[in-house]
């Protein structure tokens, strides 16, 4: 399979801790995205990073990228009950978006 | 405006019908994209189009599906003869370009609520 991988599946954590989900993938890419998924609603992208980039922000998230590693991360900093949702990251490798098994992420207020 | 909209939000149909599911993707979108996600499962990527020709038809699961897009905007996938195991969310993205010549667009994709499907 050329899915990628998030890890870990569930995390749960208390509002304002940061939060960290890392996603490994198998092929030579052209971008990465990372998705948000709410219980029953449809996906929302919340930030694209491409292969010549090494590190991303967007207001509290963080992306980083490490192709030597094929690997990816996402921080999302002063996390709050708002963000509990699926985190899915995403592989564009030319003809072919991979998504991967995606992040539970739950926030106790 | 208006996003990505999908019709219906629920089926239930039963086992061997056929299914006709529906994206109206945001206007002027050129590239539209079809995705579906089975009961914890990640995201499965089906087919996308850039206008009305599908580049890539290798992520249908089989030749019971099948996706058309006229006039550049709205798609619709079909399914055959469905199968338990077709049961899942069908989701639909559209993005403003795709990508150069027929690949993947890097631009962000706006994803619609989805159709979820329930076989019986």
């Known amino acids: 399979s050329q899915q990628g991988e998030e890890d870990p599946q569930a995390l749960s954590i208390q509002e304002g801790e940061n939060a960290t989900m890392n996603c490994s993938y198998k092929?030579?890419?052209?971008?990465l995205q990372w998705y948000r998924q709410n219980s029953g609603r449809g996906l929302v992208h919340l930030i694209l990073?491409?292969?010549?980039?090494r590190e991303k922000h967007s207001g509290r998230l963080r992306v980083t990228l490490d192709t030597s590693k094929k690997s990816s991360s996402l921080l999302i900093t002063a996390s709050r009950a708002a963000d509990t949702a699926s985190y899915f990251c995403?592989?564009?490798?030319?003809?072919?978006?991979?998504f991967g098994t995606g992040t539970s992420l739950t926030v106790i207020p | 405006g208006a996003g990505v909209s999908q019709s219906p939000s629920n089926k239930v149909t039963e086992k061997g019908k056929d299914v006709e599911l529906r994206c109206d993707p945001i206007?002027?979108?050129?590239?539209l994209y079809w995705y579906r996600q089975s009961l914890g499962q990640g995201l499965e990527f089906l087919i996308y189009f850039q206008g009305n020709s599908a580049p890539d038809k290798s992520g249908l699961p089989s030749d019971r599906f099948s996706a058309e897009r006229t006039g550049g905007s709205v798609s619709t996938l079909t399914i055959q003869r469905t199968q338990q195991e077709d049961s899942a969310v069908y989701l639909c993205?559209?993005?403003?370009?795709?990508?150069?010549?027929?690949?993947?667009?890097?631009?962000?994709?706006?994803f619609g609520p989805g159709t979820r499907l329930t076989v019986l």
């Open positions: 993205a559209s993005s403003l370009y795709g990508g150069l010549a027929g690949t993947l667009s890097t631009d962000t994709q706006y």
């Open positions: 995403a592989t564009d490798a030319g003809n072919q978006f991979y």
């Open positions: 206007s002027g979108h050129t590239a």
């Open positions: 092929t030579s890419i052209n971008n």
């Open positions: 990073i491409r292969s010549n980039e």
